[in-house]
């Protein structure tokens, strides 16, 4: 298992199925049984039933907080229904689906009456293998339900060769999606924003700890703009299916970040720039790899025509600033 200051760097982190909680909403019992696909013009001008998994996870939670502000009816899955993070969800009025992609029968049930899916799997701890299953059962369970839209998160250079294994995983379980007759939209986020409230204690020191090159310059997004891209690939199928995006908010180069933490923050902060070395022992081989690419290649994203696109995507000063007026002392 990852401790916390490593998933300072990762830039997926290691989500739980998850979930939230409410009285189920109604739902039509003929509807509820019906088996045949949905078509994409049922899902224009609608709010509709969507089934998110890690709902209480970084992107899975982001998305479900997302779709409930617009209205939609948020089902999450779930293997702790009893959760903190469950019932923290459930407050804001989505409901509780428990299961487990690693029971069918639960997947199966939790589809009952579904429009849509998001789409999270999980690398950590059982590996490559693992995370392709659980991609393929997911798919498989939206499949046999009939659900009308499929939206999976994957990651920025799934495609790119790059020898990351929980980047191949991913998309491995791309190319399982394609193989479908499902409407399936597929979003690809690059390092997260998020991943810094995990190292706030360095952070409140000054310090910001990386073995990357002050000089590099790296792709950053918020999860809270995920969410944006999965809500909208829901409410505009006809712009959205069949489309991979890669997505991003930000590009700054550590020397920058370094000056947006300071005034963040309101104090001089210094970049540690630990050895591949050092950083290799405490984080291990697969997020070495990972943390390395980013430095050799690295994500590449329009994050400028991005931007002009979505002019309200969070900036990296955004995000920090709402990090240290809310982050624990």
């Given at each position: 298992?990852?401790?916390?200051s ?10 739980g199925l ?42 899975g ?11 939609h009816?948020?089902?999450g ?13 459930a407050?804001l ?5 428990k ?5 069918p ?23 490559y293998?693992?995370e ?16 009308g ?16 294994s929980h980047?191949?995983?991913?998309w491995?379980v791309?190319q ?8 399936w ?5 690059v390092e997260?924003m ?5 190292s ?7 310090r910001?700890?990386?073995?990357r ?5 790296h792709?950053?997004?918020?999860a ?19 489309v ?17 933490l ?7 902060f210094?970049?540690?720039?630990i ?10 081989e697969?997020i070495?790899t ?5 430095e ?8 400028e025509?991005?931007?002009?696109q ?8 955004e995000?920090?600033?709402d990090?240290?007026?809310t982050?624990?002392?």
């Amino acid at each position: 298992m990852m401790n916390r200051s490593l998933l300072s760097v990762c830039s997926l982190l290691i989500l739980g199925l998850a979930a939230c909680d409410r009285p189920p909403p109604q739902v039509d019992a003929e509807r509820a049984a019906e088996v045949a696909p949905h078509t994409t013009d049922d899902f224009l001008g609608s709010k509709r039933v969507l089934l998110v998994t890690g709902a209480t996870g970084t992107q899975g939670g982001a998305v479900a907080r997302e779709l409930l502000d617009r209205g939609h009816i948020v089902h999450g899955l779930t293997r702790d229904p009893e959760s903190e993070e469950a019932r923290a969800l459930a407050a804001l009025g989505a409901k509780m689906v428990k299961g487990d992609f690693d029971d069918p029968a639960s997947l199966a049930a939790a589809m009952e009456g579904v429009d849509g899916v998001f789409g999270v799997t999980l690398f950590w701890p059982q590996g490559y293998e693992y995370e392709v299953e659980q991609g393929k059962r997911l798919i498989d369970a939206a499949v046999k339900a009939g659900v009308g839209r499929f939206v999976l998160t994957s990651v920025a250079g799934a495609d790119d060769d790059t020898g990351i294994s929980h980047f191949e995983s991913k998309w491995e379980v791309e190319q399982y999606l394609h193989g479908t007759d499902l409407d399936w939209t597929i979003l690809r986020p690059v390092e997260f924003m998020d991943n810094w409230s995990w190292s706030i204690e360095s952070l409140r020191q000054g310090r910001y700890v990386d073995p990357r090159d002050t000089q590099s310059s790296h792709q950053w997004i918020a999860a809270r703009d995920i969410g944006f891209f999965a809500a909208e690939a829901f409410d505009n199928p006809d712009q959205w299916i069949g489309v991979t995006k890669e997505i991003a908010g930000d590009v700054l180069t550590l020397a920058e970040l370094i000056d947006t933490l300071s005034e963040a923050f309101g104090r001089e902060f210094e970049h540690v720039q630990i050895s591949w070395e050092v950083y290799k022992a405490r984080a291990g081989e697969e997020i070495t790899t990972m943390v390395r690419w980013f430095e050799e290649q690295g994500y590449d994203v329009d994050v400028e025509a991005l931007r002009e696109q979505y002019p309200g995507l969070q900036t990296a000063a955004e995000f920090l600033a709402d990090l240290a007026v809310t982050a624990p002392r």
